[in-house]
């Protein structure tokens, strides 16, 4: 099993990038056209960070557990 990640779940998270990422500047333009505040754009940061806890999976952050071959999978501190 390979560590990358699949082309269509690297599709599927960069299309969610992307969708973020525009949604917050959208927020970011209508709020600082609106109001002239340019605070607004931080709408863009505020999406991303949103965005992340949708789509991330911390599973596929950690290295899969390895197996030493003296020890049963169970018998962690054991001598």
Excluded at 42 to 57: K, Q
């Amino acid at each position: 099993m390979s560590a990358s990640p699949s082309p269509r779940s690297l599709r599927n998270r960069l299309a969610w990038f992307f969708v973020c990422l525009s949604a917050g500047a959208a927020a970011g333009m209508a709020g600082a056209w609106f109001t002239g505040n340019p605070s607004w754009y931080l709408a863009i940061p505020a999406a991303l960070a949103l965005g992340w806890l949708r789509v991330a999976n911390p599973e596929e952050c950690t290295p899969p557990p390895t197996r030493r071959a003296d020890r049963a999978p169970d018998d962690d501190g054991a001598p």
